[in-house]
């Protein structure tokens, strides 16, 4: 066990042989840290944490009370190899979070990026990778092997199936089941998850040229209406566009797929 003299660690915590607290860290009440675990400078957990198995915890994040951090998977398959669980820095976990270990099976790592907010009660399951900067908003369920890219929201009580990506910048609503892949920058609503424009809104916010804009919306028309299969449709964009964003929803619907894609109704 190697506490750095900096740490502070409750007198109730319980901090396993093995576990590394770094600089700054600040253990609280009642909460267990397992022998497998390090935590980077500045962490925080502020009570009632549980932090298990083979896990790393970036610099600057906070978890908050009764959150479970790499526990075991959901997975009748998993037999206790070894896997782990690295989370970035500077991110937020709120109350009730639970984020598994990945399993053989699935390359054993399960990945959440730097600056990603997971609200009360989100659940990410094994083997998932999750980008920079992404918020999942209250209740949402991230299945195992599912892929969210950089900027990605995802609405509160929201479920993603099992080996589903998500492209970057995209927007979940609220209340959707998303059970295929969502083009970068896609916006998807309806309980059953119908592609049904842009994340015009995030792509303003974050600067996004009106050039670039304007070709999204030309290209997501193209996808929409454009003759042939929906790969396709891509591969001619791929040819025909300069735009580094449609290069990025090109790329994005060429790439490999456990799933089939959402693909975009004609609304936008």
């Given at each position: 066990?190697?506490?750095?003299?900096?740490a502070?660690v409750?007198?109730?915590a319980?901090?396993?042989d093995g576990?590394?607290i770094g600089?700054?860290?600040?253990?609280?009440p009642?909460?267990?840290i397992?022998a497998?675990v390090s935590l980077?400078r500045n962490?925080e957990l502020?009570?009632h944490?549980?932090?298990?198995?083979?896990?790393?915890i970036?610099?600057?994040t906070?978890?908050h009370?009764f959150?479970v951090?790499?526990?075991?998977?959901?997975?009748k398959?998993?037999?206790?190899?070894?896997?782990?669980l690295e989370?970035?820095?500077?991110?937020?976990i709120?109350?009730h979070v639970?984020?598994?270990t990945?399993?053989?099976?699935?390359?054993?790592?399960?990945?959440?990026?730097?600056d990603c907010?997971?609200m009360a009660?989100c659940?990410?399951a094994?083997?998932?990778?999750i980008?920079n900067r992404v918020i999942?908003v209250?209740?949402a369920?991230i299945a195992?092997?599912?892929?969210?890219?950089?900027?990605v929201?995802?609405?509160?009580?929201?479920?993603?199936h099992?080996?589903?990506?998500?492209?970057?910048?995209?927007?979940?609503?609220?209340v959707t089941m998303v059970?295929?892949?969502?083009i970068?920058?896609?916006l998807?609503?309806?309980p059953?998850?119908?592609?049904?424009?842009l994340?015009?809104?995030?792509l303003?916010r974050?600067?996004?040229?009106?050039?670039d804009i304007t070709?999204?919306r030309a290209?997501?028309q193209?996808l929409?209406q454009?003759?042939g299969?929906?790969?396709?449709?891509?591969?001619k964009l791929g040819?025909?566009?300069d735009?580094?964003?449609?290069?990025?929803?090109v790329d994005?619907v060429?790439?490999?797929s456990?799933r089939?894609?959402?693909?975009p109704g004609?609304?936008?």
């Amino acid at each position: 066990m190697t506490i750095d003299p900096t740490a502070q660690v409750h007198p109730s915590a319980i901090v396993e042989d093995g576990a590394t607290i770094g600089p700054g860290c600040k253990v609280g009440p009642f909460s267990l840290i397992d022998a497998g675990v390090s935590l980077g400078r500045n962490v925080e957990l502020t009570s009632h944490v549980v932090v298990k198995g083979d896990t790393s915890i970036g610099d600057d994040t906070l978890v908050h009370a009764f959150a479970v951090i790499g526990e075991i998977p959901q997975d009748k398959k998993f037999q206790g190899e070894s896997t782990r669980l690295e989370i970035g820095a500077r991110c937020r976990i709120r109350e009730h979070v639970t984020i598994n270990t990945g399993t053989a099976g699935g390359g054993g790592l399960t990945a959440v990026g730097d600056d990603c907010l997971l609200m009360a009660g989100c659940h990410v399951a094994h083997d998932a990778v999750i980008g920079n900067r992404v918020i999942l908003v209250n209740s949402a369920a991230i299945a195992g092997h599912v892929v969210i890219e950089d900027d990605v929201i995802i609405g509160g009580l929201c479920g993603v199936h099992q080996f589903v990506r998500i492209g970057r910048g995209a927007i979940i609503g609220a209340v959707t089941m998303v059970t295929n892949d969502v083009i970068p920058f896609g916006l998807v609503q309806a309980p059953r998850g119908e592609l049904s424009g842009l994340n015009l809104v995030g792509l303003k916010r974050r600067g996004v040229a009106r050039s670039d804009i304007t070709a999204l919306r030309a290209a997501f028309q193209m996808l929409a209406q454009g003759e042939g299969a929906f790969q396709d449709r891509a591969r001619k964009l791929g040819k025909e566009t300069d735009s580094e964003y449609v290069q990025t929803i090109v790329d994005f619907v060429l790439g490999n797929s456990g799933r089939s894609f959402l693909t975009p109704g004609t609304g936008q």
